[in-house]
């Protein structure tokens, strides 16, 4: 590169850091996604104490005989519990646990989590490891950590320096290409009736993980999603279209309405709005455990540490929804618990911003980056809701699938609990397609979906 050519791309870097851009680490640092960390950036050892395995390449062979859009059967389904956790020995526990998991114990002296032997399943392509490697040191969040450049086709931070980075990783997980899955929403009343909110079908596509793009040509929506509406009955044919932008202000909504025959575009679908799918129990930005802008929110990262979260959940998602839904909690017998090293981010809200939820805080997997479990406190600073994602092991992508499907969330005080996006039951389970036009995501093609 010639010193003109040095100068100019240094004038830019302090440009950037001008406006609040962080870089991304030197090529030594990111050296390391190739020694001790793995390649998505979780340490490739395990803990001294030997409860939790080193990562050995992640679980990538599907079950001989298996066909796509079918149930993935339970690798682990030969496993006993290690030990169980109950009200009576909850606090010798109590530092592996989520605020939220504790109080369920309070509320409820029937709640049990059944402890397995850790899997360090997380696993993806070469070419998405390889891709991480190039994020690693091109990368970068701007507009104080609100919006992201240089990142494409891999995690953007597999060595987060603070916690926008690593809620960034959160949301571009790899989970495939193209996808599809009927779900339904349920919600559970705090006097244990269980209720079908929604059953919807949803098509995801990802334009950061087109596999022949690269960061010069990526347009910056990171995720594109379209929800048809079956049930209820009242609302079948409705729509909704959400495009995920890595400058989040131009993050875009539109909604479908059957009654008024027209596709709006909707500002509302963001922050603490009451989220429709769960019939409002739920908030849009704790939809698959992070949803849209949080920016009324300072991000802090507070470490890693190791916590017993829910993993590897084939068999939670093998069962049937009234098996593994059942009164104040989901049934400990079909919900799988591991040890394992997570990152956890603190979200406060900022001064003179509005959320009904003025602090979170997520627990995100070190291998997969997905939020595996989140607490929130209201304004009194009580303890008020927290969300869990059972995560589902694809070995044909290869990923552990845990911020699109399968997740829901407690309201401690309430006592309601929900769970979106249950596949539980389904005609068809997480499935990776060919991928669709572009017209296929556009406020144009859901009018015409919900017009026949």
């Known amino acids: 590169m010639k010193s003109s050519s040095i100068f100019t791309a240094a004038l830019l870097c302090f440009a950037q850091l001008g406006q609040g851009a962080i870089a991304a680490v030197s090529a030594e640092e990111a050296a390391k996604l190739k020694s001790t960390l793995m390649p998505l950036g979780g340490e490739r050892a395990g803990n001294k104490a030997g409860t939790i395995p080193a990562w050995d390449g992640g679980y990538t062979k599907p079950s001989p005989g298996w066909k796509s859009g079918q149930p993935r059967p339970d690798p682990f389904a030969g496993e006993k519990p290690l030990f169980s956790i109950t009200a009576k020995n909850v606090d010798e526990y109590a530092n592996a646990l989520s605020e939220v998991s504790k109080a369920l114990f309070k509320r409820y002296p029937g709640y049990r989590i059944d402890v ?76 244990g009736k269980r209720v079908l909110a929604t059953k919807a079908e949803e098509w995801s596509t990802y334009p950061v993980y087109y596999k022949e793009g690269s960061p010069d040509s990526f347009q910056g929506v990171f995720l594109k999603t379209k929800l048809t509406t079956l049930e209820p009955a009242s609302k079948a044919g409705e729509g ?95 919900v799988r618990w591991e040890l394992h090293r997570v990152w956890e981010v603190e979200a406060t809200l900022k001064p003179g911003k509005r959320h009904v939820m003025p602090k979170r805080r997520y627990y995100v997997d070190e291998d997969s ?69 572009e017209s296929f995501y556009t406020p144009e093609a859901l009018g015409s979906d919900g017009a026949r």
């Open 240 to 334: 909704v279209l959400g495009w995920q932008v890595t400058q989040m202000e131009r993050t875009g909504y539109w909604q479908y309405l059957v009654g008024q025959r027209r596709v709006r575009r909707s500002p509302s679908l963001a922050y603490d709005t009451p989220n429709f799918i769960v019939s409002g129990i739920g908030l849009m930005d704790e939809a698959f455990s992070l949803y849209g802008p949080i920016d009324r929110h300072e991000i802090k990262l507070v470490g890693k540490r190791e916590m017993i979260v829910p993993y590897n959940n084939n068999k939670a998602a093998l069962a049937k929804s009234e098996d593994l839904i059942q009164p104040n909690f989901l049934n400990p017998d079909l």
């Open 116 to 191: 397995y032997p850790s899997h360090r399943t997380a696993a993806a392509p070469q070419w998405v490891y390889d891709n991480t490697f190039k994020n690693a040191i091109r990368a970068m969040t701007t507009e104080g950590g609100n919006s992201l450049e240089g990142a494409h086709g891999g995690i953007p931070f597999p060595i987060p320096k603070d916690g926008y980075e690593v809620l960034w990783n959160h949301r571009m997980s790899w989970v495939g290409e193209e996808t599809f899955f009927p779900f339904s929403g349920w919600i559970v009343t705090a006097d």
């Open 369 to 437: 980056w997905s939020i595996l479990q989140w607490d929130g406190w209201d304004a009194q600073g009580a303890l008020w809701r927290g969300g869990y994602a059972l995560t589902l092991l694809a070995p044909d992508i290869p990923a552990l699938v845990g911020n699109v499907v399968n997740w829901g969330g407690y309201n401690i005080q309430t006592g309601e609990y929900y769970m979106s996006v249950s596949t539980n039951d389904a005609r068809i389970q997480y499935q990776v397609l060919p991928r669709k036009s």
